[in-house]
């Protein structure tokens, strides 16, 4: 088999980690004021990749309302923040195509917005995730299976220069990135999934670490957020609801606020 092509990634990722971090260095009496002026909101899948399926419904779609749902109030109530979507519409987005989004129009905050599955029916909850290798192999499945859009697109093979999501070998530069932007990162899942529990009642699995492609890429910080469970009837009848959305994008606005409240204050 062929080895990933990991190389050049390698070398990219510490170029871009030792030019974020040096920003970070700059001298002067006072650095500038940091505003959230800019979010990107990723509604996972589309078109082509629906996703995970349960018996009534695809990832795609809810993801899709709920990415909507949360933009709307944020435009709403914050309107000195600039709402960009990966896309609004059922269409097929590359997954490196994703994060350029967010990159080019130099985002502040990255939002990618999922639902999950697992073998099990009886596994719900929901869980934020944040990039880092921290219990790799235990989440070894979920990272496979939101990496391996990559399958989808033409050329893959050389456009992620041999990346290959079901081998764990490709997985070793991915620790490098995003670690300039882990705190913040982390601050902004841990606020989701608290308002999740404990505004949503909703079970919360807690924030996780996991080298998802999507989060690597993206030079902010980062969260992929996973609503709930279409394999477990439950959660998936819950996902569905107009209540249930309404609940879940409001939790995700409240935690969005409080973050930018509290980078504001710094």
Known sequence: MKRPKVKNILIISVLTISFLLSGFNATGPKAPEFKLKRIVIDAGHGGKDPGTVGSMSK????????????????????????????????????????????????????????????????????????????????????????????????????????????????????????KAFLSNSLSLASKVEEDFSTRVNRYSRGVKQAPLYVLWTTSMPSVLIELGFLSNANEEKYLNTKDGQTYLSSAIYRSVKAYKEEIEEL
């Open 59 to 178: 990832e795609k779609d809810i993801a899709l309302k709920v990415a909507l749902q949360v933009g709307q109030y944020i435009k709403e109530n914050l309107p000195e923040v600039e709402v960009i979507y990966t896309r609004k519409t059922d269409t097929f987005i590359e997954l490196k195509e994703r994060s350029n989004i967010a990159n080019r129009n130099k985002a502040d905050l990255f939002i990618s917005i999922h639902c999950n599955a697992a073998p099990s029916r009886a596994a719900y909850g929901t869980e934020t995730f944040v990039m880092g290798t921290k219990n790799f192999e235990a989440n070894f499945d979920i990272v496979k299976r939101e990496n391996s859009v990559i399958l989808l697109e033409e050329n893959f093979e050389e456009q992620y220069e041999g990346f290959d999501p079901s081998s764990p070998e490709s997985y070793m530069m991915f620790n490098l990135m995003q």
